[in-house]
């Protein structure tokens, strides 16, 4: 990831002509509460890949549309501040003097991006973590938004408002949005095989996946989750952690299947008895597989999980028991979310705050 970011500098420091150099402006973070993090795309369900504390001088190069951010501190806005080094900060949270140019303006966007607008008529277009309906809900944009459409995949069929077609169209954030809804005047170029950037949500399945996205809740209602997805002191925490108490209920976040019921444990120790800060593993854990390609997993459980692999889970049903098995000094649930699973792994989770506010269940 940080290798990622810095050949995004480097690039960026050679396709960057003069006249953007010049329009670069400096700015403040304005994030009292809790330092600002930085992304590798125009979303909070792209990477994190830093953090800059309050009062933070940034340089801002230029501006792209990305996920609409209200909770801000300075605006209401779905415009993303790319910063010198290519990372990305919602402008929500930035202080700054001037108006800011659009970077498909500039010659560092996508030489071929196209611009769209949303002809959706009443409901909000859809973004979708892969091309098809059923696949992860990550956004939603007003009918007349100004869209910028870096590249097209083949996916699911859909009629819309504006025509009938399998394609959809890849955003800077790494979404896709039915084509089927965008007016635009030229058609974007075919996606390229690799992603762009480090944007996790961007590898598009061939074939449609699963129906509907369904309802999700927290997994510990009652507890609050603290932020602590990859955080710089602890940069391979691919989830947060709920505090609890021992015996408490776990449920499924979502409707889902059991794919996973496991020991994982350093050898030498019992996933039957409370672990430690020194002992390696998330003890026993549930990974649940959900539709539209995403994959939750709960750790540190008590004793062995009440569900087998195989077995169908409504949302909000009980999987198994709070404990601290593994990894934990302390009584808690672990909670991971992977967008285009299977497989899991570092490359594909993403921080389950935003993900859980974006559908409704929020956990901190
Ligand atoms: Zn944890």
Sequence with gaps: MRSTALFLAVLIGVLLPATDAQAAQTATVVSPKRPLNVRAGSAVWTPQLRTLAHGSSVTIVCQVRGQRIDQGTVRVTDLWDRLGDGTYVSDAWIRRAQDVPLCEATATAAP??????????????????????????????????ALTLACQVRGENITGAVRTTPMWNRLPSGAYVSDAYVRRGATPPPCAAAPPAAAPVAAAPAAAPPAATGRWVSPLPGFTARPGFRTPSNPKHLGVDIMSFTGTPIRAASAGTVVAVVCNIEAGYSCDRP????????????????????????????????????????????IGYVGSSGNSSAPHLHFEVHLNAPPTGPYNAVDPLPFMRAHGAPID
């Design 112 to 145: 071929a991006s196209v611009a769209g607008t949303v002809a959706s008529g009443g409901t909000p277009l859809k973004a979708r973590s892969a091309p098809a309906h059923g696949a992860a809900l990550i956004g939603a944009f007003a009918n007349g938004t």
């Design 275 to 318: 672990g430690g800060a020194s002992v390696g593993g998330c003890g026993w854990y549930v990974k649940l597989q959900h539709a539209g390609r995403v994959a939750t997993l709960y750790c540190h459980m008590v004793r062995r999980p009440i569900v087998r692999p195989g077995q169908k889970v409504a949302a909000g049903q009980i």
